[in-house]
Each structure stands twice: as C-alpha cells, then as structure tokens.
C-alpha cells in the first residue's frame, strides 16, 4: 500500500471521528479554476490569480433568502475577452444564435445567449465571482459563482463553476 494510500486511510479515519482538521492536506500548485472553450475549440484555462489581476467589480445583491450580500468578481464579458470569443460588432447575423453553455462541478447546467453578455448589446451585468462580503465564496457557493442582479429567479445563479463553452444553435430545418 502506498504512503498516500495509508494518508487518505488516516484521514478518513481521524475525520470519522472527528478530528480530521489535525491532519492537513498537502499545499497543491495553483490550478486552474475555470476552463473557457471558445467557438472554435481553443481553451483558456484562467486561475484564482488570473482572475484577481482583472479589473474587478462589485455587485450588492438581495439573495434568495431576502438578505443583502456583496459579490465581487469580473464581469463575465472580460472572461469571454479572455478566452478570445468575439462580441461587440462581430456579434452578428448566425452568430447572434451562439450561446454560452455553464457547468458546475455537480453537472447543473445554465445557457446565456451571447447577446446577454455583451456590453455593446446590453448594459445589464453578468458578474462571475470570487468572493462574497469581503471574503472567500463558501465552499457551497464557489469557489468561482456567477451573479445575475436583474433576474428574479436566481436559477442561473450557479454556483461552484468549472467550465464554460460557446456553442452554436444548429440551423433551422429547411
């Protein structure tokens, strides 16, 4: 059996009862929090740190439960720059039915039109956060959410974001 094998055996064991934060987990290289697929393909993996050297933005927000809380993050548009999607004027004709497809890391899945997203189409945010009252997301929420403040319904509101993929609706039947 191997030394991380008998590790994690150790761990299970001490977090049964109870006293698993003695034993940390290994400090792990700085990954990547978010992986964007553009239209043709490409990926762009952005880390934690890729994310805070972006011009950041706050977004004070009534939660489902009624409660104020302030999100910050980047726009969600200056991801999509990021990755090298095209918005603006060459948001146009077959492309205005692309879209954006969200996963988080227990498959829930959103769309967004690329039109929602643009800044040249529409003034309303998209926010992509990192942290929430000044501090880390929760374990339950991030750590990478998205923000919709004008939506009623927060059924976009995804929480824990891994990926992102621009796709395009196929052609209407002829």
Known sequence: MSIRCKSVI???ALAALGIGSVLAAPAQESTAALVITNESG???RLSADDLQAMPRIKAQVKGRDGEL???EGV???QVLERAEVPLGKSLRGPRLASYLLVEATDGYRVVFALPELDPASTDQLVLLADRKDGQ???AKEGPLRMVVPHEKQHAR???QV???RIVSAPPAAK
């Open 75 to 77: 726009t969600l548009a």
């Open 162 to 164: 891994v990926s992102m």
């Open 136 to 138: 880390p997301l929760p």
């Open 157 to 159: 509101w995804i929480r």
């Open 69 to 71: 809380a302030t999100y």
């Open 10 to 12: 150790a761990a299970l």
């Open 42 to 44: 490409r990926e762009t």
